[in-house]
């Protein structure tokens, strides 16, 4: 009996875009993942839909699906410029929030709802009435990983990208700055503004201890430490230099170092090193499972059923947008 080969193209686009990611996914899992990207690409051009990721997403959906990459600052900027139908948010929950509310007449997807955020998690907008009748006249400024109804509750938002210049920007002596105590703490250092401030911390940061730092310096003579923000103040102390993610991204494009510690969620790190070859990274794993939430199979069944699609109450939003505007003004 004749068999009959069934030719399959000798390289697909999808077989291509493993060149990005071959340092940090191995070949077998590849497999695993090329009908979920191929599928991906075809969605968004059928649905005329754009995908924004975190940098903390891994690597197969942040080097191979993702249109849009950057920080929680980044994001909120380009949610604005979209001109695609549809918006996929590779992200949290609040994520895919803020880019509904500066984007109203666009369908945000988000690709699994229980993508949430332990900072947004630890306030509400009834604690932030509280708070400005404790300290009347006191402004609010409030970090994006929040609900849109604390947004709405607030003067101004601000993004780990941002928060120094926005501080020193309001040239006032004391803000009530939630809801992350750290990143409050880790602020008030650099600008010596006052900060009142909310118990609220990230899962994932409050996780790092200084000694845990001196252990992997001492173990790697000439290490380069960059911490983010949301890190406990003793933990930022140790590090060369903190910033948001994005700013942590361009200084291993710029500075560089051999060997890099990236005190923050560990997809970051087999992000840059599947674009920064020539760099160490040395890796404590910290996940965050919100983020982790997201996966390629979940992006394709949001592009296929075009869903969840995010809401938000229309009243809520203008005053949540207001806060986030004077932000992005800034
Ligand atoms: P940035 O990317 O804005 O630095 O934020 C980090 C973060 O934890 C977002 O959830
Ligand atoms: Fe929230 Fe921390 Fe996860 Fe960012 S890393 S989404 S701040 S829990």
Excluded at 44 to 66: D, G, M, S
Excluded at 67 to 86: F, I, M, P, W
Excluded at 146 to 156: F, L, R
Excluded at 293 to 306: D, Q, V
């Amino acid at each position: 009996m004749e068999t009959q080969l069934v030719e399959r193209p000798a390289t697909r686009t999808v077989d291509a875009l493993y060149e990005r990611v071959k340092s940090v996914i191995p070949a077998m899992e590849w497999g695993t993942f090329a009908d979920d990207i191929e599928a991906i690409l075809r969605l968004k051009r059928e649905k005329n839909a754009v995908i924004l990721a975190h940098n903390y997403q891994t690597p197969e959906i942040f080097h191979c699906v993702a249109d849009v990459t950057g920080d929680s600052l980044a994001l909120a900027r380009e949610a604005q410029n979209v001109e695609a139908d549809v918006i996929v948010m590779a992200g949290v929950a609040f994520m895919a929030e803020t880019a509904k509310i500066l984007n109203p007449a666009k369908k945000v997807l988000i690709p699994d709802m229980g993508a949430g955020c332990s900072l947004a998690d630890s306030i509400t907008a009834a604690d932030v009435r509280k708070m400005r009748e404790a300290y009347p006249g006191v402004p609010v400024v409030t970090y994006v990983n929040t609900s849109a109804e604390v947004k709405a509750e607030s003067d101004i938002c601000c993004t780990s990208g941002n928060a120094k210049r926005l501080i020193e920007k309001l040239g006032v002596p004391r803000v009530i700055m939630i809801p992350d105590e750290f990143l409050a703490q880790n602020i008030a250092r650099e600008t010596g503004v006052e900060m009142i401030t909310w118990q609220g911390h990230c899962e994932v940061h409050e996780r790092f201890t200084p000694e845990e730092i001196r252990h992997w310096r001492a173990a790697h003579p000439g290490l380069v430490v960059l911490a983010h923000p949301e890190c406990p103040p003793e933990v930022v102390a140790e590090a060369d230099f903190s910033g948001s993610t994005a700013h942590m991204s361009d200084y291993v494009s710029q500075a560089g170092g051999e060997k890099v510690l990236l005190v923050t969620e560990c997809s970051m790190s087999d992000n840059l090193a599947a674009s920064h070859p020539d760099v160490e990274f040395v890796r404590p794993c910290n996940l965050c499972p919100h983020m982790k939430k997201i996966t390629l199979r979940s992006i394709r069944h949001a592009l296929e059923t075009m869903s969840v699609e995010v809401k938000v109450d229309p009243a809520v939003s203008e005053r949540a947008r207001q806060a986030i505007e004077r932000m992005l003004a800034v």
